[in-house]
């Protein structure tokens, strides 16, 4: 099994800079490159990584998203004059040339593919490539927004297999979108600054309705922010009750991330207040998926402090060190469930493992009634909503430091048990005292009420992993446990596969406090430690609808606990209290019958 963290870094890819007044494009500057790299070396992270070497991109390569004629085009700018650079600059929007900058995006093409190389073959399990320029919003014959070449889109297409994209920049990805809307084999997803079409890049398509086309329809997901602001439970509903659950029914052998930290906290573009640590855990849940396969590419981000925390957040998941605590989660705000509802009500059609879906929000500005003010592909790069030129300063806590423990994984086991490798045995003279039992007896029994098998087993793979996805995991993160109990008893019916993914999912909790205890499952003992150690969970494949009844006792039970746990929620206040109607007359047909039957 591969293991290891590519790190793909070249100095030679900040020897670019902007050589005219442009406030647009200020804020891209070499040093977001270098602080990034010197944050993972001053934190030991960078030692730690596989070093891969770069090279440059290749026409075929680059040809793969871009044309012929744009390719050519580019090719010309080492030769130019500054006045010939400010002019055929000004035929993109918000971006500049430089006479090294195609070099430089060779590299940064080619700094991606050589990650992707690694990780592919099995040289390393994950990585990040630290490049620039970024790539995410460059169209097949047009560069945007900073970006010469689509590095993303180009890897993708490179890597010739089921891909997931999950671009978390605060800057809508639109060269991405374009680039595979009507691709099957490509699952993108974005969460982007939008503030109904009023923020940059303006685009009537990057909001929630834009499903993909033809043979891609539903297979490009945007969730557009309408407001700043958006915090860590933000964050986290969006993966629990959008990204995640038709993730793991696409079921992608590669995951790629553009890696935009602009929508971290100080940024001055996303103004949102998302803390550094988030990345962390977003990076663990993405983990689970395509056998861990994840290829981290960095985009946007221009506060250089929450920039390079970020980094070093994402790099030290990659590792395998235990995600940090999560703290203060409650409910997302008002603006994310309504987004959050329009999403899933477009992705219906499209998607059986899908969570239970309402109509569109109606509280959301109709997009019709404001095309007439607004440039449907103009707007400058950071002015949405009248954002002030000046900004205040925004202060957070630097993420606390995440020690790797020497040992991770012990087990108990009986003495004709094999100790699984890379595991250490329990030896302790101590008998356990009465008291202690019954303690354990008392913790054991909490735990299990809330574990309910069917006397079948857990046939319903499907709708095992909507339950842990919708239910459990939202209740966990915003519960913050100290430890993590996990049981597991005979009989459960829950296959190795499905049990190394819980077990997997639920490390991000509790710094990696995990206790798991297997009554008569000797065969799940190596599954359990491989997981506890790290190793990546395999695939489930694709997994289709959940069973009716399955899904109709989650949602039950979701709509009964979303008053107190606000990580459940999944829709806006109106259509919470709708749902809260709809289940007292459902509650109440089902008394009136059992009286009838009794």
Not at 7 to 13: A, F, H, I, N, R
Not at 77 to 99: A, N
Not at 211 to 235: L, Q, R, T
Not at 258 to 282: K, N, Q, R, V, W
């Amino acid at each position: 099994m591969s293991s290891g963290t590519a790190l793909v870094y070249d100095e030679e890819m900040t020897r670019y800079k902007l050589l005219w007044v442009d406030p647009a494009c200020k804020i891209e500057v070499p040093e977001r490159l270098t602080v990034s790299h010197t944050a993972l070396q001053e934190e030991g992270l960078a030692e730690r990584c596989v070093s891969v070497p770069i090279r440059q991109a290749t026409d075929a390569e680059i040809l793969l998203a871009h044309s012929e004629e744009y390719l050519e085009a580019v090719k010309k700018t080492p030769h130019m004059s500054l006045d010939e650079l400010r002019t055929f600059t000004q035929q993109y929007g918000d971006v500049y040339f430089h006479p090294n900058i195609y070099h430089c995006a060779k590299l940064a093409i080619g700094a991606t593919l050589q990650l992707v190389d690694s990780v592919m073959t099995g040289k390393v399990r994950n990585g990040m490539a630290l490049v620039r320029p970024p790539g995410h919003h460059s169209q097949r014959s047009a560069a945007n927004g900073f970006c010469v070449f689509n590095n993303v889109a180009i890897a993708a297409h490179y890597a010739k297999k089921q891909v997931l994209i999950v671009d978390w920049d605060v800057h809508h990805g639109q060269g991405v979108q374009f680039a595979f809307e009507d691709d099957p084999s490509v699952l993108y997803f974005s969460w982007h600054r939008y503030e109904h079409q009023g923020f940059w890049p303006n685009l009537r398509e990057s909001d929630y309705d834009s499903v993909g086309k033809e043979k891609g329809a539903g297979f490009n997901i945007n969730v557009p922010w309408n407001k700043v602001g958006m915090e860590n439970s933000d964050y986290l509903s969006v993966f629990f009750h959008v990204l995640l659950p038709i993730a793991y029914e696409f079921s992608p052998d590669l995951v790629f991330v553009c890696a935009g930290f602009d929508s971290a906290i100080g940024d001055p573009e996303g103004h949102m207040c998302a803390t550094p640590d988030i990345f962390a855990h977003l990076t663990h849940l993405l983990k689970s998926l395509a056998g861990g396969k994840l290829c981290a590419v960095l985009e946007g981000g221009y506060n250089l402090t929450s920039l390079a925390q970020s980094v070093c957040q994402t790099v030290q998941t990659l590792l395998g060190d235990p995600a940090p605590q999560t703290s203060e989660l409650n409910g997302p705000c008002e603006s994310a469930l309504e987004s959050i509802q329009c999403v899933r009500s477009a992705h219906k059609p499209y998607w059986a493992f899908a969570p239970p879906v309402s109509e569109p929000s109606t509280k959301r500005c109709k997009l019709a009634e404001k095309e007439e003010g607004v440039q449907a592909e103009g707007g400058q790069k950071g002015e949405g909503d009248g954002q002030k030129a000046e900004e205040e300063e925004v202060v957070w806590m630097k993420p606390p430091s995440r020690l790797a423990p020497p040992v991770h994984t012990e087990v108990a086991l009986p003495a004709d048990l094999e100790v699984p490798d890379r595991c250490d045995r329990v030896r302790s003279s101590l008998a356990p005292t009465l008291e202690i039992l019954q303690r354990l007896s008392v913790l054991l029994q909490s735990v299990c009420v809330c574990v309910c098998v069917p006397p079948q087993g857990c046939s319903d793979v499907a709708g095992l992993m909507q339950a842990v996805l919708c239910l459990l995991l939202p209740l966990a993160y915003e519960y913050d446990p100290g430890l993590v109990l996990l049981v597991r008893g005979p009989g459960s019916g829950v296959g190795k596969a499905a049990w190394a993914q819980i077990t997997s999912l639920l490390q991000g909790l509790a710094q990696g406090h995990t206790l798991a205890l297997l009554q008569g499952e000797e065969e799940a003992v190596g599954t359990t430690a491989a997981s506890l150690l790290g190793d990546p969970a395999p695939s489930l494949g694709p997994l289709g609808a959940p069973l009716p009844e399955d899904m109709e006792a989650m949602e039950r039970l979701r709509q009964r606990l979303q008053t107190h746990w606000g990580l459940l929620q999944n829709a806006g206040e109106q259509m919470i209290t709708a749902s809260k109607e709809t289940y007292s007359v459902t509650q109440m047909d089902n008394n009136i019958l059992e009286n009838q039957n009794s």
